[in-house]
């Protein structure tokens, strides 16, 4: 019996085993550093470099639900850089976004006043009707860029338990707003995807700038290059409740050490390289005008919303013949996206691309029109897509 159950046992184990390093030849992963350098689709795409990983070797291996003394440690330095009484590490920044507003919202029926733009209202999969029972209410900016306390006060229904917003505006605007939130009884959150490139570019605190707000929600994947990862910060009492939300929800992890030291590699040594970054998509922006596309808005950080149409040219044939480039460019239609890994060479040589096929056209006869056409697209729809 014990023999035979042996035999079985085996067979199982057979069964069950997979080698996934068997995926990759030795130099894939160079070939996948170089790829990501050359791609303007998101910086999510980001890929944790050899550094990086050996620091989260090191990390405290226990049991995040008890207690994992990395992760803690990691939380205690988010609250501390953000003014925060506490905060909580999650997977992601849907989730962090999601957790937040059950966590403010403690009975439906409620209304959360976001920016038309906004991340909650564009992809995350009508998260808050769902999770909290709320009614999105989305204001479109009467400026075309930024919401003002004008508008929040045009468009609030007193008796509303949140507001909400998501983009990046003048920090006297959100001082305002949130005097005006706090007046009438009104909470703030904010979804702070790439809050790092504002300290970086504007020279504000971090705890500064989420000041204002009740509650932030801080991305480590996007901008900073963490595998994964976003924090949610407020008072204890808040993330207290937000905790006991991350179990419902599932996101309750196990030995996130590895993952709290990655991010905090991130912090340290990428976080300073954003001020490039910000450089890097200026040139890019110079360069796209000096060819004669239209910019859709302002490029104030990692972003750059553009048309190619005043000259001839669309976006399928950039996005075509940067991907027969010998070394191959992503790209994703209007937005192109600079983050710690572009190479300077891929902002010239998807420079290159479209300024050939601007003289292409104009060689073929096309005459740039004297109002840069914008497809029917309106700016201030097009400055702050996720």
């Known amino acids: 019996m014990t023999a035979n159950m042996d035999a079985v046992r085996a067979q199982i184990a057979e069964e069950v085993k997979v080698d996934l390093s068997s995926l990759l030849e030795p130099d894939d992963n160079m070939k996948g550093f170089q790829e990501v350098s050359r791609s303007f689709i998101s910086d999510t795409i980001t890929?944790?470099?050899?550094?990086?990983?050996?620091?989260?070797?090191?990390?405290?291996?226990?049991?995040?639900?008890?207690?994992?003394?990395?992760?803690?440690a990691f939380e205690a330095h988010m609250a501390k850089i953000t003014g925060k009484e506490d905060a909580l590490f999650l997977p992601s920044g849907t989730m962090s976004?999601?957790?937040?507003?059950?966590?403010?919202?403690?009975?439906?029926?409620?209304?959360?006043?976001?920016?038309?733009?906004?991340?909650?209202?564009?992809?995350?999969?009508?998260?808050?009707?769902?999770?909290?029972?709320?009614?999105?209410?989305?204001?479109?900016?009467?400026?075309?860029?930024?919401l003002t306390v004008?508008?929040?006060?045009?468009?609030?229904?007193?008796?509303?338990?949140?507001?909400?917003?998501?983009?990046?505006?003048?920090?006297?605007?959100?001082?305002?707003?949130?005097?005006y939130a706090h007046s009438v009884g009104v909470k703030m959150?904010?979804?702070?995807?790439?809050?790092?490139?504002?300290?970086?570019e504007t020279g504000i605190s971090v705890k500064d700038l989420c000041a204002p707000f009740d509650s932030v929600s801080l991305c480590l994947s996007k901008g900073l290059g963490a595998p994964?990862?976003?924090?949610?910060?407020?008072?204890?009492?808040?993330?207290?409740?937000?905790?006991?939300?991350?179990?419902?929800?599932?996101?309750?992890?196990?030995?996130?050490?590895?993952m709290t030291a990655a991010a905090a590699y991130a912090l340290t040594h990428n976080f300073p390289r954003l001020p490039a970054v910000h450089a890097l998509t200026r040139k890019l922006e110079a360069g796209l005008r000096e060819i004669g596309i239209d910019i859709l808005g302002p490029v104030e950080t990692c972003m750059v919303f553009f048309d190619p149409s005043p000259v001839g040219v669309t976006y399928a044939e950039i996005i075509e013949r940067a991907r027969a480039?010998?070394?191959?460019?992503?790209?994703?239609?209007?937005?192109?996206?600079?983050?710690?890994q572009t190479s300077p060479k891929a902002v010239?040589?998807?420079?290159?691309?479209?300024?050939?096929?601007?003289?292409?056209?104009?060689?073929?006869?096309?005459?740039?029109?004297?109002?840069?056409l914008t497809n029917g697209r309106s700016h201030k729809n097009m400055l702050f897509l996720y």
């Open 228 to 258: 994964i990862g976003s924090c949610l910060v407020g008072t204890k009492e808040f993330v207290a409740k937000a905790r006991w939300f991350r179990k419902l929800f599932g996101g309750g992890m196990r030995q996130t050490g590895f």
């Open 348 to 372: 010239e040589d998807l420079l290159s691309v479209i300024r050939q096929l601007a003289e292409e056209k104009k060689a073929a006869g096309f005459v740039k029109p004297e109002t840069p």
């Open 150 to 179: 004008a508008d929040i006060e045009e468009n609030i229904v007193l008796g509303t338990d949140l507001h909400r917003h998501v983009a990046l505006f003048a920090y006297d605007e959100i001082i305002r707003i949130s005097e």
């Open 189 to 200: 959150h904010l979804d702070g995807a790439r809050i790092w490139h504002v300290a970086a």
């Open 97 to 146: 976004n999601q957790i937040a507003l059950r966590t403010h919202l403690k009975q439906p029926p409620y209304a959360v006043l976001c920016d038309h733009r906004s991340h909650i209202v564009r992809y995350e999969a009508g998260g808050t009707a769902f999770h909290s029972g709320a009614h999105s209410q989305m204001v479109v900016p009467s400026n075309g860029h930024h």
């Open 47 to 72: 890929a944790p470099t050899p550094d990086m990983y050996a620091y989260a070797a090191k990390a405290s291996i226990g049991d995040a639900v008890y207690h994992e003394p990395t992760t803690l």
């Open 325 to 340: 480039l010998p070394e191959p460019i992503k790209l994703g239609g209007s937005r192109l996206v600079v983050h710690i």
